[in-house]
């Protein structure tokens, strides 16, 4: 089944500074591929995601880009500040499209 | 539009007992998944409904069983509780194609 890695498991920046987290993930037939953040005692809330006929997608402060080859993909936040800290998850389809298989999370820590 | 409801938010269950855990997906949504979210683990995939069929399942251990209703809310049992399974328990509802895909807040089982 597919298999979602998902590196690093913690940042730390300081605030304005760029973060990027970057999955790789196992099963090529994979077509779908959110980005959810995680804020301390709340769900998991979707961001931004990417399905495969496209290369990158941005939404204002936030970027997503896809290499289906090489099959990773990488969540970009630019201008960062101290509310974008959380925990970030990426996930891509299973094979049968039906759920989602989640990276291990990256805590990001913006620091004023 | 009301959310994703799981009840109940906490729980506290003793080594050796069993639990049931409830999901009401969003209206509309046919398509229910369950996750065990612990520290360092990230959100691990338990299974998957839909039309109150299992499609998709998880590595976990029989113990953990589910169902879905004619009406799209999902149950998830476990039995034979072990102190492991102490965790927040996430439900998701999609519609077809995994779009709308969201979390409800899940249930925090602590097994003392």
């Known amino acids: 089944g597919e298999n979602v890695e998902q590196h690093p498991s913690t940042l730390s920046v300081q605030e304005g500074d760029s973060a990027v987290i970057k999955c790789t993930y196992s099963?090529?037939?994979?077509?779908?591929f959110p980005w959810y953040k995680q804020e301390l005692g709340k769900r998991p809330q979707l961001i931004i995601d990417?399905?495969?006929?496209?290369g990158e997608k941005k939404d204002q402060r936030i970027a997503v880009t896809l290499n289906k080859t090489a099959k990773h993909f990488s969540l970009h936040i630019t201008e960062t500040q101290p509310e974008d800290s959380a925990v970030y998850f990426c996930?891509?389809?299973?094979?049968?499209?039906?759920?989602?298989?989640f990276g291990k999370g990256t805590t990001l820590s913006v620091s004023s | 539009k009301a959310g994703v409801t799981q009840t109940p938010r906490y729980l506290i269950k003793t080594r050796g007992q069993q639990v049931t855990l409830s999901c009401s997906p969003i209206?509309?949504?046919?398509?229910v998944s369950w996750y065990q979210q612990t520290p360092g683990q990230g959100l691990q995939f338990l299974f998957e409904?839909?039309?109150?069929?299992?499609?998709n399942k998880g590595n976990f251990p029989g113990r953990f069983s589910g169902r879905q209703f004619s009406n799209s809310r999902s149950e998830m049992n476990v039995s034979t509780l072990e102190l492991g399974d102490s965790a927040l328990y996430l439900c998701?509802?999609?519609?077809?194609?995994?779009?709308?895909?969201?979390f409800g807040s899940g249930t925090r089982l602590t097994v003392v």
């Open positions: 409904y839909f039309s109150e069929t299992q499609r």
């Open positions: 990417i399905r495969s006929n496209v």
């Open positions: 996930a891509a389809a299973n094979q049968a499209g039906t759920a989602l298989i």
């Open positions: 998701a509802s999609s519609g077809t194609g995994l779009r709308g895909y969201t």
């Open positions: 209206s509309g949504h046919r398509s």
């Open positions: 099963d090529s037939a994979s077509n779908y």
